[in-house]
């Protein structure tokens, strides 16, 4: 829809259902273009350009409402894309102040883009959610629970206030990473340093048995800031920086990362909002190249049901969905399983957007419904490529274990193939 409106109107002068204007050099900016909009300039507290365009393109039909996992589980209108949207709109229009009501609206959503996936316009809801917590943090609304967790970033380089020194916990008494330029950085993410202590291990066996020069920055990794820029602070920006200069003293020729979160930023954000150029893969990628290369080799395996999952972020945001499949078929004695609700159309974990620390009970429930989808399907193993899904649907794999409804194993991608190399 936005790419047929963009070839018939690519002076986006056509907005139906509001008042036009006879001088196509005006936009939509222009606050006399629409007076149902706005009676005077003043009256436009603008979210910037692009996030206003997306507001402007809701079209308030409510298909998204079929897509969101928020939605789903609360049923209320104001907690789903469109009512996001249309008090977005509001705040634009100065008829809706920021509020921690408000607040409360707009920090529900794990910004999946699960609603995009069923709009007929393709509106990026995401995009208007996060610039709605800017302006709501600007307001001073920012949840405590977030700021805590900024406050944390800013002291201690993550976001769960743990010691610099702890990232390196992790790592197996082989590594031995080679001093000077390399040709290959990994980033281990928060996540994978501080509350999974397999994934990380996993991985760097993974790049030795490959016979791979690589290093790792351990407690001079910061958090990629992603969390920041979803909650809408501007620590994104300081932390990428130092990011940045650490990279800068490796030199790496590319990044590699487990965690769906992080590459997302560091594929996206870093070079909207900051001076990166870096190429960067994520894990399933690498691990491919390697196998095509013949650097890795896999056992005989014994029969196993996988249902994977996809992330939020490494699939409707950056379209991987293949690559993690054709990967686990290549593992023996791997069927793999697809959940009813697959690809652009997977339900998210509930774990994203901030979503788990805002309303750790919601974000529950959205990652044992996901585990009951797994059931339905009869997987034995749920596998993901995010280190945040893994951990948010263990819990929720716990859940059914102990309602007795099921036994289902959760691992992440790398585990998977860690498990299979001969």
């Not at 910004?111 to 959610?129: D, H, Q, R, W």
Request: with cysteine.
């Amino acid at each position: 829809m936005k790419t047929i409106k963009k070839a018939l109107d690519p002076k986006n002068i056509l907005n139906p259902g509001k008042m036009g204007f006879d001088d196509s050099v005006k936009d939509i900016f222009d606050p006399f273009s629409y007076k149902e909009f706005v009676e005077t300039p003043d009256q436009i507290q603008s979210f910037g350009q692009a996030v206003d365009n997306e507001i402007f393109a809701c079209i308030n039909c409510g298909f998204c409402r079929a897509g969101c996992t928020v939605y789903a589980r609360t049923g209320l209108e104001s907690e789903n894309a469109r009512g996001r949207v249309i008090q977005a709109y509001y705040m634009m229009k100065g008829v809706l102040e920021p509020s921690k009501e408000v607040a409360d609206k707009f920090y529900l959503c794990t910004t999946c883009l699960n609603c995009k996936s069923t709009c007929p316009a393709g509106v990026v809801v995401s995009e208007i959610v996060e610039g709605g917590r800017r302006k709501l943090v600007e307001a001073g609304f920012l949840p405590e629970i977030h700021k805590r967790l900024m406050e944390n970033l800013k002291a201690t380089g993550n976001p769960f206030g743990e010691p610099r020194e702890k990232r390196t916990d992790v790592f197996p008494s082989t590594f031995n990473p080679p001093k000077g330029p390399v040709d290959t950085l990994l980033f281990s993410g928060c996540v994978a340093s501080y509350q999974d202590v397999n994934i990380i291990p996993n991985i760097m066996t993974i790049l030795d048995k490959a016979g791979v020069s690589y290093t790792a920055l351990g407690k001079d990794e910061n958090c990629c800031g992603y969390i920041s820029y979803l909650v809408g602070t501007e620590e994104f920006k300081e932390v990428g920086k130092k990011n940045i200069e650490a990279f800068a003293k490796n030199q790496p020729k590319q990044i590699i990362t487990a965690c769906a979160g992080c590459f997302k930023t560091f594929k996206e954000l870093y070079p909207k909002h900051l001076s990166f150029n870096t190429p960067v893969l994520h894990a399933i990628e690498y691990l491919d190249q390697l196998i095509q290369n013949g650097k890795l080799k896999f056992k005989n395996g014994n029969p196993n049901k996988v249902a994977y999952h996809d992330p939020c972020d490494l699939g409707r945001h950056l379209n991987i969905f293949e690559p993690p499949r054709d990967l686990i078929k290549k593992i023996p004695g791997v069927t793999l399983l697809e959940f009813k609700n697959n690809r652009l159309l997977a339900k998210c974990c509930g774990g994203g957007g901030g979503l788990k620390a805002f309303n750790n009970e919601l974000s529950g429930e959205i990652a044992y419904h996901r585990m009951l989808e797994a059931l339905e399907v009869g997987a034995e193993t749920v596998v993901s490529a995010c280190p945040a899904c893994k951990s948010n649907l263990q819990i929720a794999a716990a859940r059914l274990r102990k309602e007795k409804k099921g036994k289902i194993k959760v691992m992440d991608i790398t585990e998977l193939v860690a498990e299979a190399l001969a």
